[in-house]
């Protein structure tokens, strides 16, 4: 579409209206600067029917007045307002009627200057109209200027009119309405509605108006759009966050409102799983580089993983485990790991409260030991210090068998007393210096490889924050009595210690060895203590059980519920 200049077009418009109106106004003046002698004409020419009536009376006087009013008469025919009727602009029917008038008039001039008035009056009334043809000439023909004049200026109003109603008519459709729409395009925009339509026109001007704000509100839209999906984006991601935060807040709540067991991880990490139920979720408990324990969140952990991401529960040197995270869409790494660190604290934390815990009860126990040894056990070393004395003391004199053989059982009583008595002393002097069962149960080994030949070997699958610390301090004092059992009074060469979970209520612990057998222990149950291993079980709300083993020896089964409070 060929375009134009709107400026142009309104240049022309009022050149054309200049141009229109001038063209009338210079036809008005010059019209009218031709018509200033039409009154003097006709007056004049009116004045020459009078004068001819008046001559008939000087036709017979012969007098010098008749030649004044001839002169008078001849002035007022040759003025110059009569001579315009000679100009080369007059109708030629006037230019004749003047000429007739004139070439009459010399006819009547000769009937004056002759005195023949009869002549005279017989041609003036032929004279006379064509004065009046003349006058009625010059007449119609100053009308014809006046009609002339009128006829323009309407018509050329007409034309400024019609001019003037097309241009609104053309300015209402390719600049008023284009502008409207502009308008309303704006008014649109403003509402914040961006998808506006620019309209179509012929000018430059207008289409640059147009085109600029047409580029101006595809960049607004574009910055909005921007802007919208920026808010956007950041409420779903303080939403998010606001969601993250308060299910770390409820997990933290949890873990440190109730005891951190096997259980409570599991409602932890079930949680967390249905913030975002199409991940697969898992917590792998390690201890000692070795996989103690794994907790599957709800739904089954999917058998053909190939890559998994790890979030370590790290707290500074302590290496607990992981999370381990199996997704196929993308995730928010931070609230895993996140969850992750928080865990690992809750486990650091549980730990350490259930190291002090069982620190303050080696505390309690270290005093009583002081205290035993301080007490019954000189008091036991006086006593058999005393029975040596007197049994060297009856040797000198004359005894009787049965009072050396009640003296005897009264040394070996007293000896077995301080045997048991410095047992009970190691076994109150053993020390957990972390929560973990399984180094307490290695140190407790240790020891005792110190003071045997015996093979000990430990099979621990117990995971971690299974057992409390009051179970701690039992199972450790029955794992070493029984032990000890093994090493002095069943000759054991091999000795194998196993601690495993069978169910989720059941926990056994198997002390074997391949020594003399459990019916000789029971010929002497009273000398080694297997009633106090009884009371030890029963603190734990479970049982301890002495079988004879297959290949030899005898075991010793210690089967009790985890984290069950103490009877």
């Not at 579409?1 to 022309?12: D, E, F, H, Q, V």
């Not at 009072?403 to 040394?411: D, F, H, S, V």
């Amino acid at each position: 579409m060929k375009k134009g200049r709107l400026t142009s077009a309104i240049w022309g418009f009022m050149l054309t209206l200049i141009l229109l109106s001038s063209g009338l106004a210079i036809f008005a003046i010059v019209n009218l600067s031709y018509s200033l002698g039409d009154a003097r004409a006709i007056n004049a020419s009116g004045s020459l029917r009078m004068q001819s009536y008046r001559l008939m009376f000087y036709a017979n006087s012969g007098s010098e007045s008749a030649s004044d009013k001839i002169a008078e008469f001849e002035n007022t025919l040759n003025s110059q307002a009569l001579r315009a009727s000679l100009t080369w602009y007059t109708p030629q029917d006037l230019k004749d009627k003047y000429l007739a008038v004139i070439d009459k008039w010399q006819i009547m001039r000769y009937y004056i200057e002759s005195e023949n008035s009869r002549l005279y009056a017989a041609a003036l009334k032929d004279f006379v109209d064509t004065i009046d043809l003349f006058v009625l000439e010059t007449e119609q023909h100053a009308a014809f200027k006046l009609k002339m004049l009128a006829i323009s200026q309407i018509t050329g109003l007409a034309i400024m009119l019609l001019i003037a109603f097309v241009t609104v008519r053309i300015a209402k459709r390719k600049v008023v309405k284009p502008l409207q729409q502009l308008m309303q395009a704006a008014d649109t925009i403003s509402q914040g509605n961006f998808n506006v339509v620019m309209p179509k026109t012929e000018y430059i001007e207008l289409s640059a108006l147009s085109s600029a704000l047409d580029t101006t509100i595809k960049k607004l839209a574009s910055v909005y759009q921007g802007l919208e999906s920026q808010v956007q984006e950041k409420t779903i991601a303080l939403t998010r966050a606001n969601n993250e935060l308060k299910l770390l807040y409820d997990n933290v709540v949890m873990l440190h409102s109730s005891k951190l067991d096997i259980s409570t991880l599991t409602d932890a990490i079930n949680q967390l799983q249905s913030h975002n139920p199409d991940i697969n979720l898992r917590l792998v408990i390690v201890e000692d580089e070795q996989v103690q324990y794994i907790i599957d969140a709800q739904g089954e952990w999917p058998r053909d993983v190939k890559s998994t991401q790890k979030f370590a529960l790290q707290f500074e040197q302590s290496n607990l485990g992981y999370l381990e995270v199996n997704s196929k869409q993308p995730f928010s790494t931070a609230l895993y790991s996140n969850f992750a660190i928080m865990l690992a604290r809750s486990m650091v934390i549980h730990n350490a409260g259930e190291q002090r815990q069982q620190l303050a009860l080696m505390e309690e126990r270290g005093v009583i030991a002081r205290e035993l040894h301080d007490s019954l056990g000189q008091l036991l070393s006086f006593l058999k210090i005393q029975v040596n004395l007197l049994s060297k003391e009856l040797d000198k004199t004359s005894k009787s068998p049965r009072a050396a053989e009640q003296l005897q059982e009264i040394n070996e009583g007293v000896n077995t007393a301080y045997v048991q008595l410095r047992e009970l002393l190691s076994t109150f002097r053993l020390t957990i210096k972390d929560p973990n069962l399984g180094h307490a149960i290695e140190a407790m080994i240790e020891q005792l490889r110190g003071q045997t030949d015996a093979e000990i070997t430990l099979d621990y699958k117990l995971p971690v924050q299974l057992l409390g610390a009051h179970q701690h301090i039992h199972i450790l004092q029955l794992t070493r009595e029984a032990t000890l059992n093994a090493v002095k009074h069943a000759k054991a060469k091999h000795i194998h210690i196993s601690c495993q979970k069978i169910s989720d209520e059941k926990v056994i612990i198997d002390i074997s060895d391949d020594g003399v057998g459990i019916e000789k222990l029971k010929e002497r149950d009273q000398h080694f203590g297997l009633g106090i291993m009884h009371e030890r079980a029963s603190r734990l709300s479970g049982v301890v059980e002495f079988n004879q083993n297959v290949e030899g020896g005898a075991t010793v089964s210690l089967t009790f519920p985890p984290q069950q409070e103490p009877v």
